[in-house]
């Protein structure tokens, strides 16, 4: 994750665009709670969705029962990365499969702990029904995050702003309104 996290804090100096609002999901969501952790000068707003936690037990089977899915998308991921050599979508997914269940790096399993040191302006949206970021994360992270606002969307997994679009689009806009 650290050498995600550099690669885009490089595109973000690189495009000049600092300090930025950071939107990011799952593991997107994950980089951009280091990034304002770690890089706080290039993060103007953190809109945070799902970032999972990996050291969850239900998060554990979660990533067991993709795992078992993934042949079911295979075909859909390799067309979207057609420009990758054949097999490069499973390699890449499914060696992160086996190190999200058994290599849990400390900087995700902490995530949540470390959180209080983030001091732009964030937002947290879950799903009330995720179990990579359970609701009771989420409220951890939001009473950690001392500039935070928390939204759970009820009836939601993983990707609550896939499964409520305008709810959420509503949301992060007003969020990014009032903090610009």
């Known amino acids: 994750m650290t050498d995600f996290a550099e690669d885009i804090a490089q ?3 690189f ?3 600092t300090p930025t609002h950071f939107v990011g999901s799952s593991l997107g969501a994950q980089i951009g709670l280091y990034l304002a952790r ?3 000068r290039i993060i103007r707003t953190l809109s945070a969705m799902d970032p999972p936690h990996l050291s969850e037990p239900s998060a554990q089977a979660y990533m067991a029962r993709v795992e078992q899915e993934f042949p079911a998308n295979e075909n859909r991921l390799e067309s979207e990365h057609s420009g990758q050599r054949p097999g490069h979508v499973r390699s890449v997914l499914l060696r992160n499969f086996m190190l999200d269940r058994e290599e849990m790096p400390k900087d995700q399993a902490e995530a949540v702990e470390l959180a209080g040191s983030i001091a732009c302006p964030t937002l947290i ?3 009330d029904n995720d179990p990579t970021f359970p609701a009771r994360r989420a409220l951890e992270l ?3 995050i001392p500039d935070s606002e928390l939204l759970l969307l009820p009836r939601a997994g993983h990707f609550p702003h ?3 679009p305008s709810v959420f689009s509503e949301v992060l806009l007003d ?3 009032r903090r610009s």
Request: net charge neutral.
């Open 11 to 13: 595109l973000i100096r």
């Open 15 to 17: 495009l000049g665009i």
């Open 38 to 40: 770690e890089d706080p």
């Open 125 to 127: 949206v879950g799903g």
């Open 142 to 144: 939001w009473e950690r």
């Open 162 to 164: 896939r499964t409520m």
């Open 175 to 177: 969020f990014l309104y």
